[in-house]
């Protein structure tokens, strides 16, 4: 089990940028898939970035070469860049981790950070 805490979110005008990090506890952290993921109100969670213990990343499209996932194995923690922000990115975001490269979901999961952008 590996725990999970975002930071990063926070209010900001359309066009900003918000910087999210994603602090895992546990030695095995460079080992494990990971992925932010955001739920608007009223809506499903919605997967929108994933990042392999070798750095290989994919997006959802409604963010793609907007937002930029990143991790650092050194201090256990991961990262989402988020820029062009729009009213419509407006959620919760979460960071999740697979328990392993062989599992199907993620299954751990922090608390959310909330970030809200303005028109």
């Known amino acids: 089990q590996v725990q999970l805490v975002e930071s990063g979110g926070g209010l900001v005008q359309a066009g900003g940028s918000l910087r999210l990090s994603c602090a895992a506890s546990?030695?095995?952290?460079?080992?494990?898939?990971m992925g932010w993921y955001r739920q608007a109100p009223g809506k499903e969670r919605e997967l929108v970035a994933t990042i392999s213990p070798g750095g290989i990343t994919s997006y959802a499209d409604s963010v793609k070469g907007r937002f930029t996932i990143s991790r650092d194995n050194a201090k256990n923690t991961m990262y989402l860049q988020t820029n062009s922000l729009k009213p419509e990115d407006t959620a919760v975001y979460y960071c999740?981790?697979?328990?392993?490269?062989?599992?199907?979901?993620?299954?751990?999961w922090g608390q959310g950070t909330q970030v809200t952008v303005s028109p």
């Open positions: 546990g030695r095995t952290f460079g080992s494990l898939p």
């Open positions: 999740a981790a697979k328990r392993s490269v062989f599992a199907s979901s993620y299954d751990n």
